[in-house]
């Protein structure tokens, strides 16, 4: 709404969850740029994509999972013709009570492959914030990926602040292992730290990859950890061994993120801790690699 309000080119695009992606306000204040498509999530994309080509800047909030449905005018109708689309990916992750059907588990893998797509995972309320304003300041697409339900309780700051693309930040300096977290696990990663003085990084960006800042690590530590809340064929973790690839690194890695089945529904927090996600689950698997 902040930033609508600074732009009059700003529209939103929902396919039918004005509630449920939190666009009621902006619909209340901004009726004439707030268009609700109904259950067309082929249709939000592409009419996304039209309206960029005459200069406007769209947002689609849309549920992860739903924008599985729509990955064919991803690709044709905006990334290929690099058009300025932001992306607000809501239900990033586990879900909880929705289940197999809802939850985002597979985003960072489909995005992350397509070309001139820029791809961010906020840690928390303001990070998504910055993230948001920084998308609609690029001159292709980007998509804005985020969990259900509260942040970690971050103090939102007023202003429309900007981050630099494809930088990550070090968040905890510890001895021998560091851990690469995405997104919502940096609140994990920072509690598994004190029990293991972990090094932990805010990746913020996993398309492009802060490729410095992961060589400097791997320079540095004995085990390097990518930890995502999604699946691991193809995610966060896949992009890190291949900047560790190309660098040459031979810095060991381990990935810890979504395992290869549906996860059913259930409490997230207890979701999270059987898939070993949770602190405790990070602190008992680089135990466990580091014994070896």
């Given amino acids: ?170 968040r905890r300096q510890g001895k021998r292992v560091a851990l690469l977290a995405f997104g919502a696990m940096l609140v994990p990663a920072l509690k598994a730290a004190e029990a293991l003085d972990a090094t932990v990084a805010n990746m913020r960006f996993v398309k492009p990859l802060d490729a410095g800042l992961i060589a400097q690590l791997a320079g540095s530590h004995d085990l390097l950890v990518s930890i995502e809340e999604n699946a691991l064929i193809g995610g966060a973790g896949s992009e890190v061994a291949r900047a560790l690839e190309s660098a040459g690194s031979h810095t060991p890695l381990l990935r810890l993120g979504l395992p290869d089945h549906f996860i059913d529904h259930g409490d997230s927090a207890l979701l999270l801790a059987e898939v070993g996600l949770d602190d405790g689950g990070i602190v008992q698997s680089v135990t466990a690699r580091l014994a070896a």
Avoid at 48 to 74: E, H, K, N, W
Avoid at 138 to 152: E, F, M
Avoid at 159 to 164: D, E, F, I
């Fill in 1 to 170: 709404c902040d930033q609508a309000l600074a732009d009059p080119r700003l529209i939103g695009i929902t396919p039918a969850m004005r509630e449920g992606s939190g666009m009621v306000r902006f619909a209340q204040e901004f009726p004439q740029r707030f268009f609700d498509v109904g259950i067309a999530e082929q249709h939000a994309v592409t009419f996304a994509g039209g309206l960029a080509c005459d200069g406007m800047r769209p947002v689609v909030a849309i549920y992860s999972t739903f924008l599985q449905r729509a990955y064919d005018q991803l690709i044709h109708d905006v990334a290929l013709q690099n058009l300025p689309v932001v992306f607000a990916i809501d239900r990033g992750g586990l879900v909880g009570a929705d289940g197999a059907t809802h939850n985002g588990a597979f985003d960072l893998s489909y995005l992350a492959c397509i070309p001139n797509m820029v791809v961010m995972t906020p840690s928390d309320e303001n990070e998504c914030r910055n993230m948001l304003t920084t998308a609609l300041t690029l001159n292709g697409p980007s998509a804005v990926r985020y969990p259900r339900g509260s942040g970690p309780g971050t103090a939102v700051e007023p202003g429309l602040a900007t981050l630099p693309v494809g930088k990550g930040e070090l």
